[in-house]
Structures are given as C-alpha cells and as structure tokens.
C-alpha cells in the first residue's frame, strides 16, 4: 500500500540553524501539508501546498519557514533560524484532493530537536 | 475556543472491555475524522463520518456524530493490548485545507 514517507525521522540542532525536513507524499496526491506536534500537545496545522503554492498557513508558519517541491515527488520543509521552541515532531500529509470528503495520509514523522 | 476536544484526556480499561470515546467541536463541519497515534509514531486514518451520517462501523470501531450536539464518540469494542494508543478526533476547516486536531485521548488497554 503507498504511503507518506519522511527523512530524517530524527534531526538534531543547534539554536540559529538551518534544518530542512523531507518528506515523500503519496505519488498520485496533489495536496500536501505540514503539522507539528509538541510533545504532549495537539497536533497544529501549519501550511497546505497545491498547485506549487500555498493554499493556507497557520500563524505559526511564520517567516522563518518555508515550504517546497524541488522536483516531483519531494515535499519540504524549511526552517530558517531554528528556535528551541520548534523542538516537535514533524508530520507531513498528502491527499489527493481537497475539501470534503478528505483523507489525508501521515507520515511517519520527523522528530525534531533544537538544542 | 477549541475545535474538536475530547474526553476523557487518559482512559485505563482491561482487554476485552469497551473503549468509549467522546469528541466536541465548535463550527459546522462536513465530517469528522478519528485517527489513532501510537507513542511517538505518525498519524493513522481511522474513520471518515460525514455530517449526514449518524452512525457508521468499521470492524472492531464503531463511530457516532450528532451535528445538533457538535458532538462524536468513537466505541471500540473488544479492546486489546494493541489498541493502546492516543486517539483523536479531527475536523475540516470550511476552505478544505486544514485539519484541526483536538487534543486527543490517551487509551491504555491492560492484558
């Protein structure tokens, strides 16, 4: 069965680095997302990408990230300056449409930790 | 305030009994999604149940939504030790992009 998949599933780094997570949708989806869960908290939206462009982000997705799709079938996403509260796991998604019905397929995760 | 919270936050239960589940939510949806999350792993799809459904089954998973309420439950039955996980409701926001996730249930299931 296809499924989402990430690299690296665990990314350590120092305050102020650049990091760039990876992801691999679903080769059909032409929908893709990125959410983020701090240990013990909810899962949060943070941006979907169709079209090569942004569709929605959170307040969170804030300038110092940035989302891409080098080719066609990578995913990513890019933090600038990382700050100790990015530290969270990384979840991408795909779907192949949008809107309702919608089920989006997760990744496995990249576990990110900022020291 | 939030969309989608559930409740209870822990559930304890020994194989073999039922799980229940509840989930609120705030806006109108279009459906309502469960999904399972074992510890520090990715996110699996569950169950879809659209907002014109009241009831819907999926083996072992039975879910409810009652729209007059903006409320859900999720019933497993017949819980085993690997049942043990976090489960969560989610909803679609109006544009379609975005899920939103409450906080979730953690269910522990004792053999």
């Known amino acids: 069965e296809p499924e989402v998949t990430q690299t690296p599933s665990h990314q350590v780094t120092q305050m102020g680095q650049e990091v760039i997570l990876r992801c691999v949708p679903i080769s059909n989806h032409l929908y893709f997302y990125w959410y983020r869960q701090i240990l013990g908290q909810k899962v949060e939206f943070l941006v979907s990408f169709y079209n090569n462009e942004i569709s929605e982000k959170s307040e969170i997705f804030d300038d110092q990230f940035s989302v891409e799709r080098p080719d066609g079938s990578n995913f990513t996403l890019k933090i600038r300056s990382t700050k100790l509260e990015d530290s969270a796991m990384y979840f991408c998604a795909s779907s192949e449409t949008s809107g309702s019905p919608l089920t989006q397929y997760f990744g496995p995760g990249t576990r990110l930790t900022v020291l | 305030s939030q969309q989608g919270e559930e409740d209870p936050q822990a559930l304890s239960i020994q194989e073999g009994e039922n799980a229940t589940m509840n989930c609120s939510y705030k806006t109108s949806i279009n459906n309502l999604q469960w999904y399972r999350q074992n510890s520090g792993r990715g996110l699996v799809h569950l169950i879809l149940?659209?907002?014109?459904?009241r009831e819907k089954h999926s083996g072992r998973l039975r879910v409810t939504l009652d729209t007059s309420k903006k409320s859900s439950s999720l019933l497993i039955t017949a819980s085993r030790a690997a049942d043990t996980a976090s489960y969560f409701c989610?909803?679609?926001?109006?544009?379609?992009?975005?899920?939103?996730f409450g906080a979730g249930t953690r269910l522990f299931v004792k053999a």
């Open positions: 989610a909803t679609l926001n109006t544009g379609g992009f975005k899920t939103i």
């Open positions: 149940i659209r907002s014109n459904e």
